[in-house]
Each structure stands twice: as structure tokens, then as C-alpha cells.
């Protein structure tokens, strides 16, 4: 009967253990979908709150590419974004491509309505597809990163990171992007193997130091000589995508650009648009 007893509550625990399961999986799905009925319900605009759409055609509109390529770091003008000579000599990035202002009323409120919530992550999509005029008026881009055989590798979140919001923001970019420029795609090779803090209200050099050594690359050899575009949503002091483009050089890539959907322009001044450009 003891054995009898114990086989039953056995099984009884791996009965509850599959309930207690499916009802998490089911409390993420519901989390994650949620936010999409409510928006659909309301029938109003994220970003004025007017019109019938969750982004209304008006303020689609206003969606407008940057027009002016600075230095990732001291924000120099330089062409195309390459990282200007004197910051060459200290970081490991090779430039930075950036589509939109995120002073832009609707680029801000799109991206944090993605990554926060209520976690309306397919308008990311939406935002990376208006990268197409982008890359049509700046063809250097598409054309060099083509020619040189770049792989595309979303910046990735920590295992935990990923629990908590279900998705990582990088790769919903990054995957557009693959269809667009029609570039190989790698979100295995690079990951993040330490759980830091938000950066959000840290300084430049707080940023540094939280983001040191938390990212490491799985197969150095599928790295050896080949050239990167790291992928994510929003750069801000550079911090993050310096130190993902440190890891894949140690780890034997050839060159390291970041493409990001935005970047805020406005902590730092920067040259008039007329000034010098950059040469490199």
C-alpha cells in the first residue's frame, strides 16, 4: 500500500506540476496579448490619441529618417557615421547607422510602448519598415554592408531579461532588417550571460561599468574574419553596443558597425550641419 500510496503521489505532483505550468504559460500569453485588445478595443491613436488607428496616418507621417551621420561617441559629424579618427583609437566600433530622432514625438512613444508596457512590440516592426526610404536615399549603407558580406546580430538580452518581457526587442528589428538589406542573420552566436541593471538613469560612466564583461560569444570560429552590424532599438551614450562590438573583436571578428532604429541627439551639441565633415 506504501508503494501504492507513493506512486499516487507521484503522480498527483506531476499532474499539479503540469496545471501550475500551463497556467504560467498561459498568464504570459495573456499578459503579452492583452495590451493588443485593449488598443484595438479603444480604436484610438498611441501616440494624439485621436483618429481610429493605433497609429494614425498623421502622425505616420511625421516619421521622418535622420538626415545628418554623426560620430557614435563625441557625436561629430562624420560620413556616413563612421567613429571619427580620434575616437577610432579607443573603442572598438567602426560606426553607428541611426534611422530616426528619438525627439521625434512618435519614434519615442513607438519604442517605449514596445519595450515597456503595454508591450506593443509589432510596431517595431512598423518603425523598422519606414527604414526602406532610410536606405533608399542613403544607398551607401545597403550597398557596403552587402558587398562585405555582413551578418546581422541583434543585441541580447539576459535569460532573465527575457522571462520578465517575453521577447527581445533587437531581434523583432533585426529580422526586419535581414529582409530588407538581405543579409545573413545570427541571434545564437552572441549572448548575454549577466543580468544587469536598467541603464536607463545611470551616467556614462555608471553605464560602462554596469554593462562590463556581461555579454560572451558561443563559436569564436563562426567569428573569424567576419564583419557584424549589431542591431538594436535605441543608443544613447554608446555604452551597450561599445562593449557587445568588444566582445565579437576579442572574439575574432574583422569589423563591428551597430545600426540602431534611434538615437537621442539632443543631451549632447553637436557641429552645425554645415560644418567640416569627418573624413575616414
Known amino acids: ?37 485593449d488598443f484595438l478595443t479603444e480604436n484610438r491613436c498611441l501616440i494624439c490619441g485621436k483618429g ?22 563625441c557625436l561629430k559629424i562624420t560620413s ?10 579607443k573603442h572598438a566600433l567602426k560606426g553607428a547607422v541611426v534611422g530616426f530622432d528619438y525627439q521625434n514625438k512618435a ?5 517605449k510602448a514596445s519595450k515597456y508596457p503595454p508591450f506593443l512590440y509589432p510596431l517595431l516592426a512598423k518603425l523598422t519598415n519606414h527604414l526602406k526610404s532610410f536606405f533608399a536615399d542613403q544607398s551607401f ?19 532573465q531579461k ?12 533585426a529580422s526586419g532588417l535581414q529582409k530588407m538589406l538581405e543579409l545573413k542573420l545570427d541571434s545564437k552566436n552572441l549572448v548575454k550571460h549577466k543580468d544587469t ?3 536607463v538613469n545611470l551616467n556614462i560612466k555608471n553605464r560602462k561599468t554596469n554593462i562590463k564583461n556581461s555579454f560572451s560569444v558561443i563559436n569564436h570560429q563562426a567569428l573569424k574574419n567576419k564583419k557584424i552590424l549589431l ?17 565579437l573583436k576579442r572574439a575574432g571578428a574583422q569589423e563591428v558597425w551597430a545600426l540602431a532604429l534611434a538615437r537621442n541627439l539632443r543631451p549632447r551639441s553637436s557641429p552645425p550641419m554645415n560644418s567640416p565633415k569627418e573624413k575616414n
Open 1 to 37: 500500500m506504501d508503494n501504492i500510496n507513493r506512486g499516487n503521489a507521484i503522480s498527483l505532483f506531476i499532474i499539479n506540476k503540469k496545471i501550475i505550468n500551463n497556467l504560467i504559460v498561459m498568464t504570459s500569453l495573456s499578459r503579452l496579448f492583452k495590451p493588443f485588445a
Open 52 to 73: 481610429r488607428k493605433l497609429i494614425c496616418q498623421e502622425c505616420e507621417e511625421k516619421i521622418a529618417p535622420l538626415r545628418q551621420s554623426v560620430c557614435p561617441f
Open 80 to 89: 556616413f557615421g563612421h567613429t571619427c579618427s580620434d575616437c577610432q583609437l
Open 107 to 111: 519614434v519615442s512613444t513607438i519604442i
Open 141 to 159: 549603407y545597403e550597398n557596403y554592408f552587402k558587398t562585405n558580406d555582413f551578418t546581422i546580430m541583434p543585441i541580447p538580452l539576459s535569460k
Open 162 to 173: 527575457i522571462a520578465e518581457r517575453g521577447f527581445n526587442q533587437s531581434e523583432i528589428i
Open 197 to 199: 541593471i536598467s541603464q
Open 231 to 247: 542591431v538594436d532599438d535605441l543608443i544613447t551614450t554608446g555604452a551597450t553596443i561599445e562593449e557587445a562590438a568588444k566582445t
